[in-house]
């Protein structure tokens, strides 16, 4: 199985790094998951996605450690 690096990327106004990260937890908690993603491989290729909610929720809804590929 392959190894990937997930960034969210979201922008917030704040005044230190400190606040951003706060500001970045509490939409975790509260809202919707983010759509917006850099993905980067083992090789180092970086991708910037945008998720469909739709199906995001519907992968997210079904148990994937059911796939055999994952034993």
Not at 57 to 63: I, N, T, W
Request: net charge negative.
């Amino acid at each position: 199985m392959r190894k990937f690096t997930v960034i969210v990327t979201e922008e917030f106004e704040a005044d230190t790094a400190e606040e951003a990260a706060l500001l970045m937890y509490q939409q975790l908690t509260n809202g919707p998951a983010p759509l917006h993603y850099s993905v980067t491989d083992e090789t180092k290729i970086a991708t910037s996605l945008a998720l469909d909610r739709k199906k995001a929720d519907e992968f997210a809804s079904v148990d994937h450690t059911a796939d055999p590929g994952n034993w």
